[in-house]
């Protein structure tokens, strides 16, 4: 029987940071992946002889990597964690105070007791944080949050970073100083390692157009309704095929100057493809180009009723094609991180072994992002990722690929049409149809046509003497996605309006560079300021009744929400709950939850949802459909520290003793939901880390009573 193709591609992607305007750089993330995620996949790849895999590579990643390799970044993060804390100002101490914690908490802040207690300070002292922290205190915070983002070969492998880990505390200015220029050698070393990698065959490199735009809306965003019909769409249109055009070539041509002389395939930004924009892909020279297997389905006639037609190679108009397999992909980005490694390698071998008996000979492709889901992981991933490298390669039904590989071993079928859409929803609704995405699709159109008028991009760049002008590198880095993934409501980010200002900027660059007045829209927010965790607290103390129903329409009116649907860097696709009511009376915690159908139905036979709440200590409860009783372990201990009550009906609804959690007027405590089925987690919400909402105590019956 001939073995089945698992085709891996990473994608590895960050947008331009880098403020044009003032030259600063405003977030820290490429340098910081670099380090954790960029040299760490490449040096587990390298570990394991013998595996094969894709590494899909974005230009303005890969551009920031070699600013950073040559000192030239003024990266605003790194100099705050580099600064020694004594000569900090005000502002300087309440800017580490409110992002240093921006890791995941579950992985990175609780199992580190100096990490933990500053979290923990920070929260009870909240505006006054910045005068109750010494020096000191700034200090380990600094060194922390940058050991957050070690990985396992840095852990392992790296004398100063296990030293810290060990210390744990009163670091000095050396310390830190010796570990930023540590990762300054990794981050100026990863492109190399790209280039040699690919280069001795044991990874391929792939490639996203320059500046990761959603290509198929570049060429006109009225393709967004033929995926959405009825869908709002901005006032004006943005058709200009040309600039996808060059967004490709671009993409190609410095990949290839980077990292050598050669034709690459091209996953196109968040897998979004039209039959104009794979044609301008293949005409540029693509090898190749992927896929969703949602867009497959509705390209196909009869669509995938028989899921063996996903695992073979397509063409369309002559371009090879792939399409990912959805539940396994997603399965690495959102269900296995909180598993034991190697039942969660030995589930996906089990999946893909099913589907070589299915489809011997196939391929199948698992495409997905390669950096951010690995801090939810138990060390950085790395235990997962050996255990799959490793069975893939031990197991002769199943055979490591490329994507080229895979496409070169079995001729592509034909297919006569391409339904336009993304890997998310199949469609185009996170980049276009809110009020906010549609204003920067306006603004976008507006900048292009006051700078460029009727001429075309060819025509700028001919006049610049066929070097591409920075008026059209500003207008190539506003069109990118990430500024349009943040608009709206689905995503949600401490940063987002730093992504908003960095479109703005982008686009006051292109004026500027064009020798034009900055219009003054561009001095104003598009996006509003958040709503710190997109939390509402509750108005008063109220006493629901715990029957799993809705008693009346008083009994949660005074309840505290919060949205647990809004995702943040990764779109996780569980929607089974999207709000949680909460609130409190003198006794008792209150938590509802109203699922899409009754708990029993979603959990199946064997399944639970777990709460879990941490407030000094971890606390775990678990909901059962049917029981009324509600015993809470707290961790560590050998069995329940007390008992909460109840009910799994229409809503879910728990009350939680005070006593048991031990929360003081005023306490900052976090919560999180876990859908477990067959022993292991299955989704979560929030996707993105627990919630952090405040217990205000008796006082709140008193300075906001309710009527």
Not at 427 to 442: M, R, S
Not at 544 to 570: Q, V
Request: proline share 6%.
């Amino acid at each position: 029987m001939k073995p089945l193709k698992v085709a891996i591609l990473w994608h590895m992607h960050q947008p331009d940071y880098r403020d044009p305007v003032s030259g600063r750089t405003l977030l820290p993330w490429t340098y910081l992946h670099a380090v954790k995620d960029y040299a760490e996949m490449l040096r587990t790849a390298e570990q394991v002889k013998g595996a094969r895999m894709t590494f899909n590579l974005v230009p303005t990643m890969l551009e920031q990597l070699e600013r950073y390799a040559r000192g030239e970044a003024q990266d605003l993060w790194l100099e705050s964690a580099a600064r020694d804390p004594a000569h900090m100002s005000h502002e300087e101490r309440e800017f580490i105070l409110a992002q240093f914690f921006s890791v995941h908490s579950e992985r990175h802040i609780l199992p580190y007791p100096r990490y933990r207690e500053l979290a923990r300070r920070r929260d009870t002292l909240g505006s006054q944080a910045a005068q109750g922290f010494s020096d000191q205190d700034l200090r380990d915070l600094q060194v922390w949050f940058l050991l957050a983002w070690s990985g396992h070969h840095l852990r392992q492998e790296e004398q100063h970073v296990a030293y810290l880990h060990d210390k744990g505390e009163k670091f000095s200015e050396t310390d830190k100083a010796r570990l930023i220029a540590l990762y300054d050698r990794v981050v100026a070393g990863v492109a190399e390692r790209y280039r040699q990698l690919e280069a001795a065959g044991t990874i391929e490199i792939s490639v996203t157009p320059y500046a990761h735009p959603i290509l198929p809306l570049l060429c006109g965003t009225d393709t967004a309704a033929r995926a959405t019909p009825g869908i709002q769409l901005p006032a004006t249109a943005f058709r200009h095929a040309e600039d996808g055009r060059l967004q490709v070539r671009l993409g190609l041509d410095f990949v290839s100057a980077q990292l050598g002389e050669r034709a690459r395939g091209m996953w196109p930004a968040e897998g979004a493809v039209s039959e104009e924009g794979l044609r301008i892909m293949r005409e540029e020279g693509a090898l190749w180009a992927a896929s969703d297997e949602g867009i497959l389905a509705k390209s196909l006639p009869g669509g995938l009723g028989d899921r063996r037609r996903l695992y073979r190679p397509y063409s369309f108009e002559g371009l090879p094609l792939l399409f990912r397999d959805r539940d396994l992909s997603d399965r690495i980005g959102f269900v296995y991180a909180h598993w034991d490694p190697q039942r969660a390698a030995a589930d996906l071998l089990g999946q893909l072994r099913r589907i070589a008996e299915a489809v011997p000979g196939g391929v199948v492709p698992l495409i997905l992002d390669g950096e951010n889901c690995w801090e939810r992981y138990q060390d950085n991933g790395h235990p997962f990722l050996s255990a799959l490298y490793r069975g893939l390669l031990e197991d002769r039904a199943l055979e490591m690929t490329t994507i080229s590989e895979a496409i070169a071993a079995s001729e592509p079928v034909a297919i006569e049409r391409i339904a336009p859409g993304s890997w998310i929803n199949s469609d185009f609704t996170i980049w276009i149809g809110h009020p906010e995405e549609n204003t920067a699709w306006e603004w976008l159109e507006r900048g292009r046509r006051d700078v460029f008028g009727k001429s075309t991009l060819r025509q700028a760049i001919a006049e610049a003497g066929g070097d591409i002008p920075e008026t059209v590198m500003h207008l190539l880095r506003a069109e990118g996605s990430d500024w349009f993934w943040w608009f709206g409501d689905d995503h949600v980010s401490a940063q987002a309006d730093i992504f908003d200002r960095l479109f703005r900027r982008h686009l006051e660059a292109l004026y500027m560079e064009a020798g034009l007045a900055v219009p003054q829209h561009l001095h104003q927010a598009i996006k509003p300021p958040l709503k710190p965790g997109a939390v509402h607290e509750p108005t008063a103390l109220f006493t629901p009744t715990i029957d799993g129903r809705i008693t009346d329409y008083f009994e949660w009116l005074a309840a505290g929400f919060a949205d647990l649907s809004a995702g943040g860097a990764m779109h996780a696709a569980h929607g089974e709950f999207e709000m949680l009511h909460y609130g409190y009376d003198e006794q008792n915690l209150y938590l509802r939850l109203d699922p899409k159908e009754e708990l029993q139905g979603l959990i199946g036979p064997g399944g639970r949802l777990e709460v879990r709440l941490a407030a000094g200590a971890v606390f775990r409860a678990t909901l059962h459909p049917g029981a009324a009783s509600l015993p809470i372990f707290a961790e560590g201990s050998a069995g329940a520290v007390g008992e909460g009550r109840c009910a799994c009906r229409r809503i879910v609804e728990a009350a939680i003793p005070l006593a048991i959690l031990e929360l003081q007027a005023g306490q900052s405590f976090t919560l999180s939901f876990h859908l477990v089925t067959d022993g292991s987690e299955s989704a979560r919400w929030p996707a993105e880390g627990p919630l952090k909402l405040v217990y205000r105590g008796s006082p709140l019956g008193i300075d906001d009573w309710y009527v």
